[in-house]
């Protein structure tokens, strides 16, 4: 598997329609594209991170990472693992580790190992990620998230997928070639910088921020840019990352939130609070201040983490796809 292969831009499948209401009574459409569909155990947009990643990993191989007890990451690298033939090893933050989400992984192979929080502060330490690496003999350390440049290459795939559809004249999109609008969630903003560097200046990305003040964010994302080639390419798409839809913190939800999910859902589009309903928040509140650039068309990505939702009793079901 490639991350190529893992979309064909031209499938109806991963691409939905939704109309978003304006307060004047008339509605935007947004065409969404749906990651969570593509077709594995673990579907989203960490699927595409560590696609990126299986040119360094050959063979049988065990892979370590880190995660929370909800970690969409682990439960892709689980996923991957099983489908690769790779061993997996998760170290996660706290002691909780009978989650949905943990369960599953280690029903796919992954080695569970809980770390003291002390410890799980570390994890970004190169010193030790190699006392871990001997510690548990991985043969590659993934960081938390994704966050590598290999990962971000792994999300070009995605941004190759929205150019093919509105970038190309005869992209199979009425009206293609006038480019997009593309928001998207962002935690590391990987996922973002891998879109931006497969997209070109006829698009502009908005990257929603699922945390509080992560004002990091931005330097984050130059770096993967920079490692990419992208940095201060002025054919470039164009980004920017707003910090006011966080709702209260990293997976924290308010009123608003719940509401819109709801609408969401009986929109057919399943989404989950840490991420991807921020989005669509987002979205929703740019519209209805008129603040959206009008005559292109408006993409929302859907980066998945549905598994996630079992975390939330308030939603505690896995919606119908
Ligand atoms: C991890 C994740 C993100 C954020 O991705 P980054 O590359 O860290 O910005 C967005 N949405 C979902 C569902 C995720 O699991």
């Known amino acids: 598997m490639s991350s190529a292969t893992l979309l064909d831009p ?8 939704l109309a978003l209401p304006l307060p004047d009574g008339g509605a935007l459409p947004l065409q969404v594209l749906r990651l969570d569909r593509c077709d594995s155990l673990a579907p989203g947009n960490k699927l595409f991170k560590l696609a990126g990643l299986l040119p360094e990993v050959s063979g049988p191989a ?3 990472s880190f995660g929370g007890p909800w970690s969409n990451h682990l439960h892709a690298l689980a996923a991957l693992g099983r489908e690769r033939g790779w061993q997996t090893v998760g170290l996660v933050r706290g ?29 970004h330490s190169d010193a030790f990620q190699l006392a871990c690496q001997k510690r548990y003999r991985a043969d590659r350390v ?15 795939a995605i941004g190759a997928a929205i150019g093919a559809r509105f970038g190309d004249g005869d992209g199979g999109f009425d009206g293609g070639g006038e480019g997009a609008v593309v928001a998207l969630a962002t935690g590391t903003g990987t996922t973002l910088a891998g879109i931006v560097a497969g997209l070109d200046r006829r698009f502009e990305v908005l990257g929603i921020s699922a945390l509080k003040g992560a004002w990091d964010t931005e330097q984050r994302i130059l770096a993967n840019l920079a490692a990419l080639g992208s940095a201060g390419d002025t054919q470039a798409a164009r ?8 709702c209260g913190g990293f997976a924290r939800a308010n009123a608003e939130l719940r509401k819109l999910l709801a609408w969401a859902d009986g929109q057919n589009l399943p989404l989950e609070p840490v991420y991807t309903a921020k989005a669509l928040l987002a979205l929703q509140t740019l519209a209805d201040r008129g603040e959206l650039s009008p005559g292109k068309p408006l993409v929302l990505v859907h980066t998945g983490g549905l598994q996630g939702r079992r975390g939330f009793d308030w939603l505690a079901h896995q919606p119908g796809q």
């Open 62 to 64: 065990r892979v370590l």
């Open 10 to 17: 031209q499938s109806p499948a991963l691409w939905q329609t």
């Open 239 to 246: 980004w920017r990352l707003y910090h006011e839809f966080h």
């Open 95 to 123: 002691e909780a580790l009978d989650t949905p989400t943990l369960r599953e992984a280690a029903d796919w192979g992954m080695a569970l190992h809980p770390l003291c929080r002390a410890d799980y502060r570390q994890r």
């Open 142 to 156: 993934i960081p938390e998230g994704g966050d590598c440049p290999a990962g971000a290459r792994g999300c070009m």
